[in-house]
Each structure stands twice: as C-alpha cells, then as structure tokens.
C-alpha cells in the first residue's frame, strides 16, 4: 500500500472542491458551448449557401478545429463522470433516448464533412450538405433540451423549459457561428452574414427571456433564483454584449463580436449553474456535496487538472494562432 | 422487446466491436506517420511525401468516425449502466476525464495543425505536430486500458454501503491504476494496433506489386507501393513474434487473477490435471454446440498443453474446472473458438513475417506471387485478431462486469425499460452498419485513388526553402 494519505486528509489547495467542480463542470460545458457551437453556427449558416464556393470555404473554416471543440464534450461527460458519478448516471439514464438523440446527431456532424468532400456529384453533395446541416442544429437543439430537462429535474424528454432551452441554444450557436465566418472568410459572404448576425442575436434574446418565464412557471422554486441580484445582472451583461455584438458587427471588428459571443455563452452556463445551486441534480434533490465523489479520488482529479488545463489551453493557443486569419482559396477541408 | 440486461449488453457490444476498429487504425498508423513525416522534412524525398499524404487520409477518417463512435462509448456508462456508474464511477470516472484532458485534447488539436496545417506551420512545428498526435494517440488507449484493467484485475479500493448502496471507493490510487493486468493488456493492445496496421498495409501494397510485377498492369507509382510493402514487413518482423511472446505471459497472468475466464478459454468444466491444449474440438451433436467439451466430442489436442500454458512449463499442472467457482459460467463456446482464433492468427502472422523476410531476404520479394497472395487475403485478419482477443478478454470475464465486485446484470440502469434499450440497439445496429460501409467506401476510394501523383506534389505551395533537397551528408535545420 502506497503511502498517499496526505491526498486523503482534506482538501488540496484548502478550496472548496465539490464547490469548485461544479463550477469547473459549467465552464467545460460554456467551453464546448462556445468551440463547437460557432461550428454548429457555421454549419446552419451553410444551409443558407448555394454557391459551391461559399460552401467549400465554410467546410474548410472550421476543418482544423471542430475535432478539439468537440472533445470538450468528452472532457465535460468524463468530468460529470469523475466527480458527480451518481448524477451522471442518474441523468444519462433517465434522458436515455433525448441523449442517443444528441449522439445520432454528432455522428451526422462529424461524418457528413468527410464525405462531402468524398465526391464531386451534386447528388451525393447534396445529400451530405443536408446531413452536415441536420447535425450541426440537432446537436445543439437536443444538447439544450437536455440541458433545460436537467434545470427542471424533468424526467420526460419534452417539456416546455426543455424545448425552450433548445431553440436558445440554437441561436446562441448562430450568432457565433456568424462572427467566427466572418473572422475566417474574405468578402463575399459579409452582408448576408451581418443579416444573420442580427437576427440570430434577436431571437437568442427573445428564447433566452421566454425560456427563462418558461422555467420560473413551471419550477416556481426557480423564482429567487431567477430575481437574485446575480442572473438579473447576467441578463444585462446579455444586454449589453448583444448591444456590442450588433455594432462591432457592423464595424468589421469580427474577431471582437466573436468575443462577445464568447460572452454570452457562458454568461448563459453561468445562469444554468446558479438555477441548479446548491443541487446539482434537482430531479432526485442531490445536493453538491451529497453527489461529490470522496476526498481522495477528488484531490487527484484537482491536481490532474491542475497541470493538464493550462496544457489544453496551450494547445488551442497554438492551433488556432496556426490558423489564425481568413481561409486562403488553396485550403480545402 | 428484448430484456434490458441482454438488449444493453448487445448494444455495449455492438458499439465496442465496431468502435474498436478505428483506434486500432489511428494506434497503429501513428508511429507510421510519425516516420514518414520525419523522413519527408529530413529528405525531401516525394516518396515520404506521398507515404505520409496517402496515409494521413486513412488515418484522418478513421480519427473521425473513432471520435463518433467513442462519445457513444463514454454516454453508454450512463445511459445503459447507470447503476454501474454510480456505484464504480468514483474509481473508473477518473480515468475517462483525464483520456479526455490529457490524451484526446492532445491528439484532437494538433490533428488539426497535422492534416490541414502543412503549408500554414514551420517544418518544426508540423513535426511536433505529427509526434504530439501519436503520443496522444497512445496516452488514450493508457487510460481507456487502465479504466478496463481495473475491472478484470480491482484493486485499490474498498466497498462502502451508501445509502442501502453498495459504492466502490478509492482508497490506494496507485494499487487500482497500476493494477496488475494494465502492463500485459497495455503491451498487448499497442503491439496488436501496429500489428495490424502492418498487416493492412503489406495487404494493400502487395494488391498492387503483385498486379504489376506478376499480372503485367503498368502502375507509375508502384515504387511507393514496394516501399510501403517493405516498411510493413519491417514492422511485422518486429510485431508478430512479440505478440506471441507477451501474448503467453498475459495467458498465464490471467490463469492466476481470473481462473474462471482461463477455465472458459479452455473449456474446462471439472477440475483437471494434465489438461491437453485442444486445438480443434467438434461437438457429434450439434445440441453440444454451445459447449466445445461436452461429453462424446472429437477433440484434437496437444497433450498437457493448456496445464503448461497456465502454469509456464509445467505440463502436469492442475487447472480449475468452471464447475468449482459459484458464479455462472461465460458463454464457454464463444471465449473457447475466439481464443483459437486469436492464437491461431497470431502464428499465421509470424509465418507471413518470417515468410516475406526470407524473400526479401533473397531478393525475391516482389515476385513471389504466392507471399502476395496469402498478404492480400490477410490485410484485414489483424484487425479480425484485435476483435477476437477482445471478445475473449469481455466474454470471458462474464458474469462480472468487475471482478468478483459487481455482475453485469447489476450494473446495468435500474429504469431503463425492455422498449428503450430494443430500440436503440436496433438503431445503433442500423447506424453503425451504415458507418461501417460508408468507412469502408471512403478508405477503399482513397486506396484506388492512390497516392498523389507528381501534378499534385508540383501544385503545393510550400515555401521553397522548405522543400529543397539538402545535399548528400548535410542536414537541413530549420
């Protein structure tokens, strides 16, 4: 037996850990929200393109980067795993076919890339487009009915706060995924994008505020919450990002309303984790502390990602510094 | 509507098997192209060029379609066997959340930089690149193997009731991580992937020497199909005997910590000494066929052999007969054939090996149409052997899903009703046949397609300082 009782006696660090995690599990899923969402916005936005070019550039904008955005999914299940095991299960179980919903629909979005560019025949092209499309808006659409079922401790797939948070969801990833085009591609696409840009901010707005009335009706304990000083203040950060987010469109400052949209997106992980506090599964009433693993495995798990989040970040910096800029007409997916 | 316990394990299984494939490609071919991306800087060379163009396509669809098929992997703990989760996820959670930060991250990001990067990085980086994919490649399968080691060998932890439930707690991380059959399972597995590669490759690339050395079909690139021929005979000299060698120790390993599962792959009901190694063994009755060792069967065996593999040398020792443990017995017939088969191809391979080294050797490599031949007919036997060896190492640990701790039947999720997990096996056998063929169309496409010819070399632009041939004995640093 190895000696390692000092990672049993308490708390690395002297923080709040079960504390700590939950938030750490929220600024994962903000994380994956925001990466992966502004490829599921660019892959709406293709729907919207006819031109084989216009379509060709979106594919090979978000090529080198979706496959790490998307292991932020992993990385949040497997964190829910290691530290909250019990909801996880609980959870994945209980929204059993909502979830192989979500996985039908990454698969689409991860395949349907690969095999469009697979062939030259419009049929074929076609075909994979739709699925490249159906991917990219089920993902996030079921992704945020999940999300809203966790909020409400429902244990049936459709409900109105869940639903709700999906079209959210949905628009929220548009209008990142409109400002990361608009940082990847030349000319040519801008006013369309900008039209899109505006809407898609308009209707986060109007899915945020219903879904949030959604949620205060049917769950009434979720009113203190959703009046505390915290999300009031969040809905007017939201305010004013969107605010920002219109005219820096505008001004061409892509890269800065992508930043906003960054903004939003975990402005609204944050809302969700205040809504659960101090639960962190409401259906079964589990508290943070009741649901954390044991010292021990949890000490390991914040000295684990201690060293390997400062890593990751790195490794991001690097790839998209190597693909910083607008996709030059010789890159293809 | 099938039973949830049947339909989830069905449905686990189905997913593993064809999920399994896609690592075993992205494993494999890694220090491959980890070679030919050295050799390419290094050389400059439109061979290595080529050898790492053509296969980073292999490599990148199958990085993809594993990607899919393994977030399925990590939600099935939850969706199918939540109870499972709950009780275990404090010591098997962690494994899964650090593959993902440590391992995946790694191999997913600079993935990026390595199939789109070439003309946009320094040579320095894209090397890096080509490295950092591999290690994280390898580090995944670390931590899926330490996850799946610790439930066929558990340590390191204790049994706590919580709550009326029973729950698995940690309490020696280094005992459960470092259990004992992660060193075997880990050696095995790795050395499999690259095995297997090898075998697709040497397949591939004698389909196209033998058509044009021995059929007369003019083929402009057959120069990278004889080097690739030659680079994977090189790694399956190396690969197969070893998988042999450590092969055995992992047998006689799993003989000691989980007798039930060596008395499976044996067939051994009573407890026995002298125990032959039965090679063939055919039921008279086909009402026998569940179980390769029932009474009135004709068996073909060599004396002692199964006591001396479980022992390591000792031919008269005793093994322990499935009747004596108190748990059911695996589905004995399934562990029993897929170990032979396992076995079996392991030797095929060293043949084929040792068989195109001599050749070679003599210089006859690239005419012996026969060698061709039993290469072509054995480029997906490797993957086929991987799938074996895992239906021996899952099958064979039935009923425990951990060792001795928890029953399969236990794990799996306490709401989840006969209609649900029917349903979605019968569409993740629908979905995952699709991907199959769709993977299969895709690779087959890129194999006719070839590697780039010299337009498309000529069209890339990258930097001329870059690309020049260094001369002979001078290196070029960048």
């Known amino acids: 037996m190895t000696d390692l009782g000092w990672l049993d006696a308490g708390p690395i660090f002297g923080l709040p850990l079960p504390e700590l995690w939950f938030g750490l599990?929220?600024?994962?899923?903000?994380?994956?929200?925001?990466?992966?969402?502004?490829?599921?916005?660019?892959?709406?936005?293709?729907?919207t393109r006819d031109s084989e070019a216009d379509r060709e550039t979106i594919l090979a904008a978000i090529g080198p980067f979706w496959d790490g955005n998307e292991v932020w999914l992993v990385v949040f299940g497997g964190a829910l795993f290691a530290a909250f095991p019990s909801v996880y299960a609980g959870l994945f179980s209980r929204h059993y076919l909502l979830l192989f919903g979500v996985l039908g629909a990454l698969i689409l979005r991860g395949l349907a890339p690969e095999m469009y560019e697979q062939r030259d025949d419009e049929t074929w092209q076609r075909w994979w487009g739709r699925a490249f499309v159906a991917g990219s808006v089920g993902a996030p659409l079921l992704l945020g009915v999940f999300v809203g079922n966790w909020l409400l401790g429902a244990t049936t797939a459709l409900t109105l706060g869940g639903a709700l948070t999906g079209l959210t969801v949905v628009a929220l990833t548009v209008v990142s995924g409109v400002a990361f085009l608009q940082v990847k591609t030349r000319a040519g696409m801008d006013a369309d994008l900008q039209r899109y840009g505006e809407g898609a901010i308009a209707a986060y707005l109007v899915a945020v505020v219903l879904t949030l009335v959604a949620l205060g009706l049917t769950r009434p304990g979720l009113v203190p919450t959703l009046t505390s000083p915290a999300v009031l203040g969040l809905v007017v950060l939201t305010l004013v990002l969107a605010g920002g987010y219109v005219v820096l469109l505008r001004q061409g400052r892509d890269v800065a309303a992508l930043a906003a949209s960054a903004g939003l997106t975990y402005g609204l992980a944050t809302v969700v984790a205040l809504l659960l506090y101090p639960t962190v599964d409401p259906a079964s009433g589990t508290s943070v502390g009741e649901a954390i693993v044991s010292t021990l495995p949890l000490n390991l798990m914040s000295l684990g990602a201690a060293i390997l989040l400062p890593l990751v970040a790195t490794y991001f910096v690097v790839l998209y510094t190597a693909f910083s800029g607008p996709i030059e007409p010789s890159e293809g997916y | 509507m099938l039973d949830p316990v049947i339909a989830s394990r069905l449905q686990f299984a189905v997913t593993t098997i064809v999920h399994i494939i896609f690592p075993v490609m992205s494993m494999g071919l890694a220090p491959f192209l980890v070679y030919f991306t050295w050799k390419d800087i290094r050389t400059g060379k439109p061979i290595y060029e080529r050898l790492r163009r053509f296969w980073t396509k292999i490599f990148a669809i199958s990085f993809v379609v594993g990607t899919?098929?393994?977030?399925?992997?990590?939600?099935?703990?939850?969706?199918?066997?939540?109870?499972?989760?709950?009780?275990a996820g404090e010591l098997f959670g962690g494994p899964l959340a650090v593959e993902g930060m440590m391992a995946f991250m790694l191999e997913a990001t600079f993935l990026g930089i390595f199939v789109f990067g070439r003309d946009r990085v320094s040579n320095a980086l894209y090397f890096v690149s080509s490295v950092a994919v591999a290690v994280g490649t390898w580090l995944?399968?670390?931590?899926?193997?330490?996850?799946?080691?610790?439930?066929?060998?558990?340590?390191?932890?204790?049994?706590?009731?919580?709550?009326?439930?029973?729950?698995?707690?940690?309490?020696d991380p280094i005992a459960a991580y470092l259990n004992p059959r992660f060193g075997y399972m880990y050696v095995h597995m790795q050395n499999a992937a690259v095995e297997s590669v090898a075998l697709f490759m040497a397949g591939i690339a004698a389909y196209y020497v033998f058509r044009h050395h021995v059929w007369g079909y003019q083929n402009e690139q057959v120069d990278f199909w004889e080097t690739t021929l030659k680079i994977a005979l090189v790694a399956l000299l190396i690969t197969a005997p070893l998988q042999v060698l450590h092969?055995?120790?992992?047998?006689?390993?799993?003989?000691?910590?989980?007798?039930?599962?060596?008395?499976?792959?044996?067939?051994?009901?009573?407890?026995?000494?002298?125990?032959?190694?039965?090679l063939i063994a055919v039921p008279t009755d086909l009402a026998d066929i569940t179980d390769p060792r029932a009474k009135d069967l004709f068996g073909l065996g060599i004396p002692g052999g199964a006591s001396w593999l479980a022992s390591g040398g000792d031919p008269s020792a005793e093994i322990q007969g499935l009747d004596s443990f108190d748990a059911e017995a695996p589905p004995v017939a399934i562990v029993f054939w897929a170990f032979r088969a396992m076995v079996g191809l392991g030797f095929w391979f060293i043949l084929l090996a040792f068989w195109g080294g001599y050749r070679w050797w003599k210089g006859q490599l690239l005419e012996d149409d026969l060698l061709h031949k039993a290469l072509m007919g054995s480029t997906l036997l490797g993957i086929v052997a991987v799938e074996v060896g895992w239906i021996v190492t899952e099958v064979g640990r039935q009923p425990w899903v951990i060792q001795d701790v928890m029953k399969t039947s236990a794990g799996v999720s306490?709401?989840?009703?006969?209609?649900?997990?029917?349903?979605?096996?019968?569409?993740?056998?629908?979905?995952?046949?699709?991907?199959?063929?769709?993977?299969?169309?895709?690779?087959?496409?890129?194999?006719?397609?070839?590697?780039?010819?010299?337009?498309?070399?000529?069209?890339?632009?990258?930097?001329?300082e870059n690309r020049e041939v260094p001369p002979a004995g001078v290196t070029n640093d960048d």
């Open chain 2, 140 to 171: 995944s399968a670390v931590w899926i193997l330490i996850a799946n080691s610790w439930m066929q060998t558990p340590r390191g932890f204790e049994v706590v009731n919580e709550g009326g439930q029973a729950v698995v707690h940690l309490t």
């Open chain 2, 414 to 464: 306490p709401g989840l009703t006969g209609a649900e997990a029917t349903l979605t096996l019968v569409g993740f056998v629908v979905v995952y046949a699709l991907l199959l063929a769709l993977y299969g169309y895709v690779v087959v496409r890129i194999i006719r397609n070839g590697p780039p010819g010299d337009e498309e070399l000529d069209s890339v632009e990258v930097p001329d």
């Open chain 2, 247 to 278: 092969g055995d120790m992992y047998g006689r390993h799993v003989a000691e910590t989980q007798p039930q599962k060596f008395a499976a792959m044996e067939a051994v009901w009573e407890t026995e000494s002298y125990v032959p190694e039965y």
């Open chain 2, 68 to 87: 899919v098929t393994g977030i399925v992997l990590e939600f099935e703990f939850g969706t199918n066997f939540a109870a499972f989760s709950t009780a």
């Open chain 1, 25 to 47: 599990l929220f600024v994962m899923l903000g994380t994956f929200l925001f990466l992966d969402g502004f490829d599921f916005g660019a892959g709406a936005v293709f729907a």
